[in-house]
């Protein structure tokens, strides 16, 4: 018996398959929005969820936005008389800086400066007494597919040791940010998930 000729599907049915899948990936595709989770991934590959991110759009377009660290995953490290919220590993304490000053607490799809300035840490040796402010760490994010991702780059925390100038504006500009390479500090990067 002589094998059928491969029937080929109508044009319409494709494109509507094509259509359906798009939408489904639309749907699913990561947006400022609701609650994520923060996670810290480390250089020797451990994965640390830190907290979450409240994310809410606004009327005027841009995207409030509230850090809730789990203090339950921290240790407390008094440091140069005060007290830090602390992770440890890889040899490194690293400690969550909470922004001390008022600000906007939005962000933009294109903006997340404000966010960033959320995200501040400083790192320091088990050993070392003292909190250095010039070890300060600030995550770059990035937005993909499935979230936010934040490189390190070192800043001075010094500069935010009295409220600065422009309260509207995030302080730590790229020209006072410098990229720290791979694999150099224990966090090596956050993510918003």
């Not at 699913?28 to 991934?41: D, I, N, P, Y």
């Not at 006072?176 to 998930?193: C, F, K, Q, S, Y």
């Given at each position: 018996m002589?094998?059928?000729?491969?029937?080929?599907?109508?044009f319409?049915?494709?494109?509507?398959?094509?259509?359906?899948?798009?939408?489904?990936?639309?749907?699913?595709?990561?947006?400022?929005?609701?609650?994520?989770?923060?996670?810290?991934?480390?250089?020797?590959?451990?994965?640390?969820?830190?907290?979450?991110?409240?994310?809410?759009?606004?009327p005027?377009?841009r995207?409030?936005?509230?850090?809730?660290?789990?203090?339950?995953?921290?240790?407390?490290?008094?440091?140069?008389?005060?007290?830090?919220?602390?992770?440890?590993?890889?040899?490194?304490?690293?400690?969550?800086?909470?922004?001390?000053?008022?600000?906007?607490g939005?962000?933009?799809?294109?903006?997340?400066?404000?966010?960033?300035?959320?995200?501040?840490?400083?790192?320091?040796?088990?050993?070392?007494?003292?909190?250095?402010?010039?070890?300060?760490l600030?995550?770059?994010?990035?937005?993909?597919?499935?979230?936010?991702?934040?490189?390190?780059?070192?800043?001075?925390?010094?500069?935010?040791?009295?409220?600065?100038?422009?309260?509207?504006?995030?302080?730590?500009?790229?020209?006072?940010?410098?990229?720290?390479?791979?694999?150099?500090?224990?966090?090596?990067?956050?993510?918003?998930?």
């Amino acid at each position: 018996m002589p094998a059928r000729p491969a029937r080929i599907a109508p044009f319409w049915l494709l494109t509507a398959g094509l259509a359906a899948a798009m939408a489904s990936h639309t749907a699913t595709a990561w947006e400022l929005q609701g609650t994520k989770t923060l996670v810290a991934h480390t250089r020797d590959q451990q994965r640390l969820t830190l907290g979450t991110v409240e994310f809410t759009p606004r009327p005027d377009g841009r995207i409030a936005f509230a850090v809730h660290m789990d203090h339950a995953k921290f240790t407390d490290h008094f440091l140069s008389m005060k007290e830090f919220k602390c992770v440890e590993g890889g040899g490194e304490v690293s400690c969550h800086v909470p922004y001390p000053y008022p600000n906007p607490g939005t962000v933009t799809p294109t903006d997340l400066g404000w966010l960033e300035h959320h995200l501040l840490f400083l790192f320091k040796l088990p050993k070392e007494f003292g909190a250095k402010l010039w070890n300060g760490l600030y995550y770059r994010l990035e937005r993909t597919d499935a979230g936010l991702v934040g490189r390190p780059q070192s800043i001075d925390l010094n500069l935010i040791s009295a409220p600065p100038a422009q309260t509207d504006r995030p302080p730590y500009r790229p020209a006072l940010r410098d990229d720290v390479a791979a694999g150099v500090r224990w966090i090596d990067r956050i993510a918003i998930e």
